[in-house]
């Protein structure tokens, strides 16, 4: 999930009180504020609130919450309430139990979500045709705080293989389910090229914030939020196709978006997994955090996503991580660079 700087933390204590309350089934105070501070941070911060009505919601949540007497009985509630504020990316946590809308959803591609178990790290090869081939899976680094070592390890294994002779890249982000977005595209500055490569827009079309690179460091708006030693990033794009999957999700369909208006780039594989939007942590208590989802990921043309991304040529199975050239979207990448360069 792709936090909009790093996971910013906030309570709020204003009374709510909810709907539906019968005194002779009232909610123990402590489970009654949970609830009622978390609709609050709900309905002031997720992205889709101005279309929900809050009145039928919060009697809904009153009658369904009415015999509940621990923070776990109340917890049972937040599927229905992020299904009806449209939020499938957004979750809330206690302790280690997390509650979500599953929108029922199954993937089937069986190479691709192994694959996933077994690769974790940024790996590069030079394939035939001195063509580049560099794999940027998800992290699960969402607190920010490896940002900078992260983003220098995807450097390094590109400045392995770059020379002069490359005629072209493939990303790989068929694997990459998402964790902070910041390491992946200031680790992939050199491909992406400087300027803005990107926006999180909110629900009334608004700017809340432009990916931008510069000199190879990534910021968000005028702040820096990786910290590399600068380099220059390309002038003349070579070409560069993207390999998307139903696992790319959140930070991985961020990366995939930044190279969307990129010239000579393609996107190439399945439809991703539909979690285009920026989300924020927000503490309810102690026990409690939530976590929703904010703003819609834009890119570099200012298109929205809200939904999915969709490849430019699609491409269903044939997936195989242990030899690339047997891949058959790896294949079909190989043929578009060769008419590209």
Known sequence: MNFKIIASFLAIFLPLFLYGQQPHQEVPDSVNVFLSKSLEVIRTNAINRDSVDWKSLEQEIGQRTREAKTYADAAKVFPYIFQQIDDHHGSLKIGKQQYSWNTGF???????????????NAEARLLKGNIGYIL??????????????DAQQIRDAIARIDRKSVKGWILDLRLNTGGSMYQMLAGLSGLL??????????????????????????????NQVSKLPEHSTTKKFKPLAVLISGMTASSGEVTAISTIGREKSILIGENSAGYTTANEGFQVNAYAGLNLAVDYDADRNGKVYKN????????????????????????????WISREK
């Open 106 to 120: 199954v993937y089937t591609n069986q190479n691709v979500k192994d694959a996933v178990k077994k690769y974790k």
């Open 136 to 149: 940027v899976p998800g992290n699960s680094d969402f607190s920010g705080k490896y940002i900078d070592r």
């Open 193 to 222: 090229g400087d300027g803005k490569v990107g926006s999180f827009i909110n629900q009334h079309g608004d700017n809340d914030g432009s990916w931008i690179i510069r000199k190879g460091n990534i910021y968000l708006d005028s």
């Open 308 to 335: 999915l991304v969709m490849p430019d040529i699609s491409i269903n199975g044939g997936d195989n991580f242990e030899d690339l050239l047997a891949d058959t979207k790896i294949n079909r990448a190989i043929r």
